[in-house]
């Protein structure tokens, strides 16, 4: 299959601690055409050091199909409507990909 280079898209990471903020974030950033879908991954598990402790948390992934450009706008929309002091957002550069999916989030994510 066909692919474009697709420096110009990104899908980026955060997580949440419930299922109830996962599905708000997620329609909050599709609603405000910041990502075109946002895939929710329940039941992870998070070890990291917080505030001089380790942390284990049970947490949901949600990643973000975006273009480039929206990601510091992104990342501003995530830490006002997160529930964590600082909220992980991470961006994953998409190199290439189906030139029709590709098409599809430019439709959505309005530049």
Partial sequence: MASIGSSEYSACVTTVSTDEEARKLARSIVESHLGACVNIIPNIRSIYEWKSAIQEDNEFILMI???????????????????????????????????????????????
């Fill in 65 to 111: 199909k975006t273009r480039k450009e929206f990601v510091p706008k992104l990342i501003e929309f995530v830490k006002a409507n997160h529930s964590y002091e600082v909220p992980e957002l991470i961006e994953l550069p998409i190199n290439s990909g189906n030139p029709d999916y590709l098409k599809w989030i430019d439709g959505i994510v309005k530049q």
